[in-house]
């Protein structure tokens, strides 16, 4: 059975920090690319970051760009996501996602697995 968790989430002010994990069993983690994805209240889901497999090719949301990075450890089965200077548009529920190939992707709809989402709030 593939479980993707994550755990991080929070509420934080303007400017501050905060660092999502997403531990995943059930796959050969590896083997996934991986994707963060977000959604805001009364919003569609959007693409955050993407990591592949081997870490060799990363991908960011223009949004987030230059204040967000995107890592992973695979002996551990875990991605991360570190958020530096948040503002309160970062606000959203943050969901994990596994792609079953090497190549990362923006798209969500390539994504096999995801995780149930962690609550993100940004305060002004």
């Known amino acids: 059975q593939v479980q993707m968790v994550e755990s991080g989430g929070g509420l934080v002010q303007a400017g501050g920090s905060l660092r999502l994990s997403c531990a995943a069993s059930?796959?050969?983690?590896?083997?996934?690319?991986m994707g963060w994805f977000r959604q805001a209240p009364g919003k569609e889901r959007e693409f955050v970051a993407t990591?592949?497999?081997?870490?060799?090719?990363?991908d960011y949301a223009a949004s987030v760009k230059g204040r967000f990075t995107i890592s992973r450890d695979n002996a551990k089965n875990t991605v991360y996501l570190q958020m530096n200077s948040l503002k309160p548009e970062d606000t959203a529920v943050y969901y994990c996602?596994?792609?079953?190939?090497?190549?990362?992707?923006?798209?969500?709809?390539?994504?096999?697995?995801w995780g149930q989402g962690t609550q993100v709030t940004v305060s002004s």
């Open positions: 996602a596994a792609k079953r190939t090497y190549f990362s992707s923006a798209s969500e709809l390539e994504y096999d697995y």
């Open positions: 990591i592949s497999w081997s870490g060799g090719r990363i």
């Open positions: 059930g796959i050969i983690f590896s083997r996934y690319a």
